[in-house]
């Protein structure tokens, strides 16, 4: 659902793909954007979770990609 002079490319074209000039707005009604419906519980749980889950950028972990660099074979 892209509006404006949208670029074409290899990377959106070809024979696995349908190009469609003008396309119709979704089935549901909506307006084709990632839009999602909560109620005021759901906020408040979804807020905690992000919360309780949120990255420390203060702290200095060791990662996966960190495990053994330096080290000689």
Known sequence: M?????????W???????FVEDPQPAVDGGDGLA???VTDADV????AMASRT??????????????GAGQVM
């Open 44 to 47: 408040q749980v979804l807020q």
């Open 2 to 10: 892209s509006s404006g002079n949208d670029a074409r490319g290899p």
């Open 54 to 67: 949120a990255s420390d950028a203060s702290s200095d972990r060791t990662t996966g990609a960190d495990l």
């Open 35 to 37: 839009t999602v419906g």
């Open 12 to 18: 959106n074209e070809g024979a696995d793909w349908v």
